[in-house]
């Protein structure tokens, strides 16, 4: 095949290992791996005919409960995919199928509701002869046990269903498993992000962090300043995100119980603001006069604290989740240091040459305007690095590679909340079997104290535009994305084996090729259902 | 943005340039560089309602040329994608529009011929008001002159088609400009294979070097040793190339000019062909008994050959191309020194412990019964290296890194073509810009006479299979395999700067995205039409 230097020793080891534990034990069916599983040969047959979901008796949501009502109809077609015609057909069916209930309880309600910090996620799945059992406290947690109950199902080579005889307990490791896309490098359309959703419920990540807005383009349709992005965006009418849009990408989450994070990334990362809103960027001098050029937003004028005001109001109200990300990295400080309102306001403020401090005397006044809105900030990890010694809280999401357990470490000693980027980018095409290295990742391996390991909430997969767009967002996302996912929700101490996860996970990719998710091969192989969306 | 390393200087440069080249001059629109073209700024506008292709009166093809006929219907619809509707909206366009007309002109005829290793694929275009007069030898050279011509028109904002007055006098540099696909480590459905011609034909890249078996799978069906497939290929049915698909493919490519070159790779890389055929391969020793494993193909009996020379036939049959790939690359001689059997033979044939010349001996034996049925073979650079002084003609195919120049060198020397894969590997996944490594690549600048010069025939873009299928195929392909395919037709002082082609490449992939063919993006932007086929 002349094809040099790919076959890493390591992968044949893969390989090998596939073999053999296909034809050892039967594959934990299970992405990701719940905390406790017991599963037994004795196996049930299904009809899709004879096949239902109902609410317990005892459950606390009954028929009309949105989010389950809607689950029930998706898992049923991702479960029986062949299923497509009426109940005439019912006489291909083995006359010796028993009907199948699987009863859904419910401890509180909370149908229309959004996924929050603390919701909990938690589930117990009981699959007997003729039923399966699932029981939750929220709604959200059914989602999650509908989702491993999908999973439980396989058909055989006459096409026939069965799932075996299990018991799943299980629940989150880390509340937040996020995944960041960036929407302003390159314009995502909204399919795109409606099927990143689906393919992030059936890992189980629950957030979507939307970086919505950056230098290159501000696609977010304002309806407090409409010219952000009639100005700022690639297009104003084709390359934008309507009202209605993100109004969609939030229930569709919610649905799959996915919290939507916006990121409204400031002061720098804001050029594309800058046309739409005329005095908010810093004008950069060359020598005595303006250079016609603009640097990050100007923390020195009133105006400016209005504006961000005035849109974090409306962030508030568009977008129902908790948290709100307000960026603050990579704030180059060259433009501030050629203006000379901004050296004078430094001098009157006693910032000396000190420009973090006016990058920190922005943050905090962001971050204030965003606490009285009864929003929790995140930001990335500059601010914190910038000024250790926080006056509010916030969420600090650790990006920088490096020591990432160190800062970890300095983050949770001051109290803040946690979030573990750094190793899991993956915008850049590295090889598939890069997965792997998710597999050593250890969030809680740093000095602290109890209370300090409470406050790592968790990690997020981002996915940066500069190389990305619809054409290959899926492939480089899945599967890669979905280890990710396995080492924010299992027990670290069952999940610590590459070689051992990659079984599983090309069984895995199958499952999403089969639900039509453009998930990559891992190594070489075939899957019954090929990807046919092309 | 919080993403570290990413942005190298080079890329701003870029990035400057691209602004800058779109304000100071116009991007020239024809990829691959055409060898000589000149625009003007006079423009011409185009109806649909009142465009057409005709034959020029000299012309040696005319109506019912199945190539041309075909390739006038394909390109309309290419440069007019909007046009859908009947002739009842003429009233639409202005009425201002004058008729415009393509008129093509061919010397020979031979539109139910395939294109071929000596093919011209020259052409000369005019374009002038009112009308465009295309040249060629043949056929080949006309479908290269409409690919030319379609991406000369261009839509002003209000939707309005146009072309400039052009003169274009163009050839390639390399007659052999070939994509590899590798069908076996993963099987691509025929509709894959078909829409990578469609991209190759855009390129014009004119060889599709089908990798079709390999030690993973053999989804050839072939109708001399059914068993192959059956029993080789992943599934039986669902994962296999009928006579019809490959008739399909095949007719596909010859309406785009593309020669479709398979490749049966042995004495290795043949494990899958053990399943179907249970005496070809070599059986493995472990002391004095059979391990139960197999090595490459067993070059000591006669069954061996009958084989191969029936195979072959069925090759000769079903692939009307002049040239059969044969493989002989990365041979392990374990195998065959752990077997008595082997050993024996080696004494016999008196070639001590040197098993090279046992690989030598078989491919001779293969290429001679290649050339008594009149095709040429080629081979990887394996075969040439283990036996400088070949008995035989054949074409060698480099794909080693390293110094790939000196190994051109010693093949063109010992009076043999040489076809350059080596620096154009693209399956693994390395960030996009790594395209603007094939700028540097210089297939003719080693030391050698200007005979030897001309043994170079051209280049090849390999896509292995390892770790690519259907799911991140057409994004790895595209736009990365069009860089390779410029410097594979265009002149080489012209097209030396990675640099000025960047913005030329941005363009035309997002001319590839309004066709349809999901191209990955090269850097932070958008395009008016982006892909849409999720």
Chains 1, 2 share one sequence.
């Not at 709100?324 to 433009?335: I, R, T, W």
């Not at 990719?509 to 190594?523: D, H, S």
Request: glycine content about 6%.
């Amino acid at each position: 095949m002349a094809h040099p230097g790919t076959h890493s020793p390591r992968l044949w080891v893969w390989l090998l290992l596939v073999v053999v534990s296909r034809t050892a034990e039967p594959v934990c069916g299970v992405w990701p791996l719940p905390q406790q599983i017991h599963q037994s040969p004795d196996r049930y047959s299904l009809s899709p005919q004879l096949f239902s979901f109902t609410y317990g008796k005892d459950s606390a949501a009954q028929t009309g409960c949105s989010v389950l009502d809607a689950a029930f109809k998706r898992y049923f077609s991702i479960i029986f995919p062949d299923f497509t015609k009426g109940p005439e057909n019912g006489l291909r069916y083995w006359s010796e199928s028993k009907p199948f209930v699987v009863s859904v309880s419910v401890k509180s309600r909370g149908c229309d509701g959004y996924p929050g910090e603390d919701s909990d996620e938690s589930y117990n799945l009981s699959v007997s002869e003729g039923q399966a059992v699932l029981r939750s406290v929220t709604v959200w947690g059914s989602l999650r046990g509908l989702e491993s109950f999908s999973q439980l199902v396989y058909q055989d080579d006459y096409g026939s269903y069965f799932l075996n005889k299990t018991e799943i307990v299980d629940f989150p490791r880390f509340a937040f498993r996020g995944l960041l896309l960036d929407t302003s490098r390159h314009y995502l359309p909204l399919h795109a992000i409606l099927k990143t959703l689906d393919a992030m419920a059936y890992s189980k990540l629950n957030v979507f962090h939307w970086h919505i807005v950056d230098d290159p383009s501000f696609p977010y349709q304002s309806r407090t300043f409409p010219d952000l992005s009639n100005k700022g965006a690639f297009h104003p009418f084709t390359h934008i995100y309507t009202q209605s849009d993100v109004m969609r990408v939030i229930e569709h989450a919610r649905m799959r119980g996915i919290r939507v994070v916006p990121e409204f990334d400031s002061p720098g990362h804001t050029q594309s603001w800058g046309k739409g809103q005329p005095d908010l960027l810093t004008p950069c001098y060359r020598g005595d006069v303006p250079s016609g050029s603009f640097g990050p937003v100007d923390p020195t004028v009133d105006t400016t604290y209005k504006f961000m005001e005035r849109l974090l109001k409306e962030v508030k109200y568009v977008f129902p989740d908790s948290y709100v990300h307000l960026g603050g990295d990579e704030v180059s400080f060259a433009c501030w240091q050629s203006n000379p309102n901004v050296l004078k306001f430094m001098g009157k403020m006693g910032f000396g040459k000190d420009f973090t401090k006016l990058e920190s005397f922005y943050m905090e006044s962001i971050m204030n305007m965003t606490a009285a809105l009864n929003k929790t900030s995140i930001v990335w990890q500059d601010v914190f690095d910038y000024r250790e010694r926080p006056r509010a809280k916030y969420v600090v999401e650790v990006w920088k590679q490096g020591c990432y357990l160190c800062e970890m470490r300095r983050v949770t000693k001051a109290g803040l909340k946690v979030i573990l980027a750094a190793p899991f980018y993956l915008d850049l095409p590295i090889p598939t079997h890069s997965w792997a290295r998710y597999y050593i990742v250890r969030p809680l391996a740093f000095k602290g104290t109890e209370e300090q390991k409470k406050l790592v909430i968790g990690g997020e997969v981002a996915m940066w535009g500069e190389y990305v767009d619809a054409t290959n967002l899926s492939p480089r996302l899945w599967p890669r994305a979905c280890a990710a996912a396995e080492r924010l929700w299992s027990d670290e101490e069952k999940t610590l084996n590459a070689d051992l996860a990659f079984p599983r996970l090309e069984e895995f990719r199958c499952e999403l090729l089969r639900r039509g998710v453009q998930a990559e091969p891992l190594f070489v192989g075939h899957c019954k259902h090929e990807y046919n969306g092309l």
